[in-house]
Structures are given as C-alpha cells and as structure tokens.
C-alpha cells in the first residue's frame, strides 16, 4: 500500500512493512469446519462476512455492533460499495442480518449503524427480530456541505434487544455537562459541582449525542479508514451494553475501532474484516492499546463535552 507523506504533527496511524508482516501473522482465517470460541476470542478474523457467518460460534455474544456499507458510493481501497434502491439494499442487508443475530445471546443487544438514507431499510430488517427500542443520532461536526440540500451532518445507530431481559447500565455512560443556570438549595448546590474547572451536573444520556468528534488527523486513534468511527462513540454502546468481561462482535470491524474499545474497557472482542490491511490497522491499534488505554473524551468514569477535557487514562 502506498505510504501518504504526512506532516510531521500528524498521528494517523501507518505500517511499515516489517509490521504489516507481523501483525498480519496475527490473524485468523477460516478453515474447513467452524470457529471454536477460543479461536476467535480476543482476535481478529480476516475473511469475507459471507464466509464467516456459517462458522461463528453461536449465541456467544453479548453486543452485536454493526457497521455496514451505508447505501452510498464509497471505495473501501479498492472494495467498492455502490448505492442500491431501498429494496436492494434492504435485501442485501437481510442477506447477512438475521445469520449474525444467530450468534448472539438471547440476553444480547444489538446497534446498526446507518445515515438517513439507510434508515428505513435498517429498521424494516429489525423489525420483528429485534425488541426495537430507540434510535441514536449522533453528529457529526466535519464533513462536507452542500449548494442545493442541508449539510449532512448526523448519522444513527438503531439500538435493539433479542428480549425484554437485557443488560443495561446507565451509570456507566453518564455526561458531565456543564450547569449554565445552577441551583442551590439551603446555599448548597443542588444535582451540580463545582470543580476547579467549572460547575458540572451528571445528567442521564439521551439519543441524541452531540459530544463526540470524528477522528482527524491530530488523534492517536486516526487511521486511514474512510468511515473510521470515533473510540468515544462506540465506549458508549459498550460501556451500556456489554457487562464487564462480556463479549462483542464486530462483523464490519475496518481498523480495528470496536475491539480497541472492548479491549481498553476490559471486555473479549471477536472481529470479522475481509481487507488484510485494515485488519493489521486493528492489530496494530490493539497492540498500542496495551500501553495506552485512553479514550479521548471519556474520563474519570464519565463521558465529557465535546473538546471539554485532554488525555488521561481510561480505566
């Protein structure tokens, strides 16, 4: 793969050869029978979906995190994904859809990315396997605008439960926001804090989340995936949905984001990804993460504002 001359500041991660060998040896490859649990646990599969479904484990996971081709025009380098109709894409997600949900426990959650264009095929291939409970609208704050439409600047995630006996931990993904008009109460203040920072309140998430930043090129978790999802975003549907020392899977997993996160937060992660060199991306971020387990905008047991706090440790 061509190597980007980059700035001397820039910190999207890159391979030499010698790495992208080692990190390739790493992976796991289908072979003629099916995944045993501890083949997969903690890895990272390289195959093409389609090839992995009939060989998962199943009802083994605990999160199921999905984040397909959106119904767009887009280069995977060199992979390309063209836009269908409705119905088309609908098929092609049904196509993969309800084998994955296969192996998920029946305790198990599961989150579908998609952008509006996506959003009702997504909710039709839910619908009538899946407890439907919300959808997720997150904004996105770069990206490009548009003479004669509004700018696209969100994008959804469709959360669901294989039953109405599902784990959910709202402590753990609590936002420190920042208190405009504080109350006290007896000269003391009331549900807020105040720190050498400011004055904070823990507030309950909702689903819309303006507090997270698409990663760039200044961010230690950047790589060159087109559709690259932020380590904060993804924290939150683990952090929610995922006992510790549970287990998700990513069958779209690209550079590695959802096992980076699982790892850093202390739970298994299976990842499925048909392009070699995005896999050894996610080896790489795995083995970094090791040493450095931040999680930028997640601190202190909370999530923060957008561009509200630096580094520290994750965990």
Same mark, same amino acid.
């Given at each position: 793969?061509?190597? =980007?001359?980059?700035a001397?500041r /820039?910190?999207?991660? @890159?391979l030499s050869?010698?790495?992208r060998?080692?990190y390739?040896?790493?992976l796991?490859?289908?072979?003629?029978?099916?995944?045993?649990? !501890?083949? *997969?646990?903690?890895?990272?599969?390289?195959?093409?979906?389609?090839?992995?479904?009939?060989?998962?484990?199943?009802a083994?996971a605990?999160l199921?995190v999905?984040?397909?081709?959106y119904?767009l025009?887009?280069?995977?380098?060199?992979?390309? #994904?063209? %836009?269908?109709?409705?119905?088309?894409?609908?098929?092609?997600?049904?196509s993969?859809?309800?084998r994955?949900?296969?192996?998920?426990?029946?305790?198990?959650?599961v989150y579908?990315?998609? !952008?509006?264009?996506?959003?009702l095929?997504l909710?039709?291939?839910?619908?009538?396997?899946? +407890?439907?409970? /919300?959808? *997720? @609208?997150?904004?996105?704050?770069?990206?490009?605008?548009? =003479?004669?439409?509004? =700018? /696209?600047?969100?994008e959804?995630?469709?959360?669901?439960?294989?039953g109405n !006996?599902?784990?959910?931990?709202?402590d753990?993904? =609590?936002?420190r926001?920042?208190v *405009?008009?504080?109350?006290?109460?007896g000269?003391k203040?009331? !549900?807020?804090?105040?720190?050498?920072e400011?004055? #904070?309140?823990?507030?309950?998430?909702?689903?819309f989340?303006d507090? +997270?930043?698409?990663p760039?090129?200044s961010?230690?978790? /950047? @790589?060159?995936?087109p559709?690259?999802?932020p380590?904060k975003?993804i924290?939150?549907?683990v952090?929610a949905?995922?006992?510790?020392?549970?287990?998700?899977?990513d069958?779209f997993?690209?550079?590695? @984001?959802?096992?980076?996160v699982?790892?850093?937060?202390?739970r298994?992660?299976?990842g499925v990804?048909?392009?070699a060199?995005?896999?050894?991306?996610a080896?790489?971020?795995l %083995?970094?993460?090791?040493?450095?387990? +931040? *999680?930028?905008?997640?601190?202190?047991g +909370?999530?923060?504002?957008?561009?509200?706090?630096?580094?520290?440790?994750?965990?």
């Amino acid at each position: 793969m061509t190597e =980007k001359t980059r700035a001397p500041r /820039n910190r999207t991660l @890159t391979l030499s050869d010698e790495e992208r060998a080692r990190y390739g040896s790493r992976l796991v490859v289908p072979g003629d029978g099916p995944f045993s649990l !501890d083949g *997969i646990l903690d890895r990272t599969v390289n195959a093409d979906l389609f090839e992995a479904l009939g060989k998962l484990p199943p009802a083994f996971a605990d999160l199921l995190v999905i984040d397909p081709p959106y119904n767009l025009d887009k280069d995977f380098h060199g992979m390309r #994904f063209s %836009a269908q109709g409705d119905d088309e894409y609908l098929a092609y997600v049904l196509s993969w859809f309800p084998r994955l949900l296969e192996a998920v426990k029946p305790t198990g959650s599961v989150y579908l990315c998609g !952008d509006w264009r996506s959003a009702l095929s997504l909710y039709r291939a839910m619908e009538g396997r899946l +407890v439907v409970r /919300n959808r *997720i @609208t997150w904004q996105r704050e770069k990206g490009r605008g548009a =003479k004669a439409n509004w =700018k /696209n600047s969100t994008e959804d995630i469709w959360f669901g439960t294989m039953g109405n !006996d599902y784990w959910f931990d709202v402590d753990a993904v =609590k936002v420190r926001r920042r208190v *405009i008009a504080p109350y006290r109460e007896g000269g003391k203040p009331k !549900d807020w804090e105040e720190t050498d920072e400011g004055r #904070f309140r823990l507030t309950h998430p909702g689903n819309f989340w303006d507090d +997270v930043s698409v990663p760039y090129w200044s961010m230690p978790e /950047n @790589t060159d995936h087109p559709t690259q999802k932020p380590e904060k975003l993804i924290a939150k549907l683990v952090l929610a949905s995922c006992p510790p020392g549970g287990v998700v899977l990513d069958p779209f997993l690209g550079s590695g @984001t959802t096992s980076v996160v699982a790892k850093k937060l202390c739970r298994h992660f299976v990842g499925v990804e048909r392009n070699a060199e995005y896999c050894a991306w996610a080896e790489k971020r795995l %083995a970094l993460a090791e040493s450095d387990p +931040v *999680i930028q905008g997640y601190e202190d047991g +909370v999530f923060w504002e957008r561009n509200a706090r630096g580094r520290k440790r994750a965990r």
